[in-house]
């Protein structure tokens, strides 16, 4: 993915877009060894050698972002035809190689991770390191005791036996009867929590997610927007994935 030079050079924290604009207008800046004037230049950090009066720029810089995921959009790097999470960020953090932790369906609302650093990412993912997923339920019917303990015991599903998952009940109201209530699960099957309420004889109208291991969906975060994860954030995710805590964060 190629971005504006000027743009990238400041995303790596370089100095101020004038700043970058007159280094590069005065020929102070490099890619792949020869000295270029165009702060428009099209970049392409995975591939181009950056450097700066002489002097090489590391362009790996490894960012994670909460996101409030909003309905009507894919969980995915990229879609011909319809928007995605990726398009509701700047495009530099594409070019960072950040990407979602998971997926939410196109409909589901809620805390979205995305990390750069992909090690991190496979391992909050690894079914054997059972990261609890907190969901708020809307679901058509009314639920009680004996659903909770059908998901206390685990679910049969027709390809896999969802783990025991705990099924807290909200409320039961309105006519017809609906339910709120929250499940956390430790997995993260392809429309599991859906699935699980179907099996019990209950279809999820509406779905969002409150937490993701450690984190909880940021309050102050309207729907589709985000922000980068604070230090005790990132060291309490890393610390869920079984990660020592990042360089310079201590
Ligand atoms: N389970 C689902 O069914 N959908 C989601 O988006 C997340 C979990």
């Not at 450097?51 to 090489?56: D, E, I, T």
């Not at 999820?204 to 589709?224: I, K, Y």
Request: charged fraction near 30%; glycine fraction near 10%; charge should be neutral.
């Amino acid at each position: 993915m190629k971005i504006r030079l000027d743009r990238w050079l400041t995303t790596l924290g370089a100095g101020s877009r004038s700043e970058v604009k007159q280094w590069i207008r005065g020929g102070q800046v490099a890619v792949d060894g020869r000295t270029v004037s165009d702060p428009a230049l099209s970049f392409d950090p995975a591939a181009d050698r950056l450097s700066l009066r002489g002097k090489a720029l590391d362009g790996r810089i490894v960012r994670h972002v909460m996101m409030n995921k909003p309905a009507g959009v894919l969980t995915a790097a990229r879609d011909p035809k319809q928007p995605t999470v990726m398009d509701l960020l700047p495009a530099e953090y594409r070019s960072m190689g950040c990407m979602p932790v998971g997926r939410l369906d196109k409909d589901t609302t809620g805390i979205l991770i995305f990390t750069c650093d992909g090690e991190l990412n496979h391992r909050l993912l690894s079914p054997g390191r059972h990261v609890e997923k907190c969901y708020r339920v809307i679901a058509e019917g009314r639920m009680g005791p004996q659903e909770t303990a059908l998901f206390a015991h685990g679910i049969h599903l027709s390809d896999f036996d969802a783990q025991p998952a705990k099924l807290e009940i909200l409320r039961v109201a309105g006519d017809p009867e609906t339910t709120l209530a929250e499940v956390t699960i430790i997995e993260g099957k392809f429309h599991q929590v859906k699935r699980m309420f179907a099996a019990t004889g209950h279809e999820v109208l509406q779905l969002h997610r409150r937490s993701f291991g450690p984190l909880e969906a940021d309050p102050d975060l309207p729907e589709g927007a985000w922000r980068e994860l604070k230090e005790d954030e990132l060291r309490a995710l890393r610390q869920a994935a079984g990660m020592a805590p990042a360089e310079g964060a201590e």
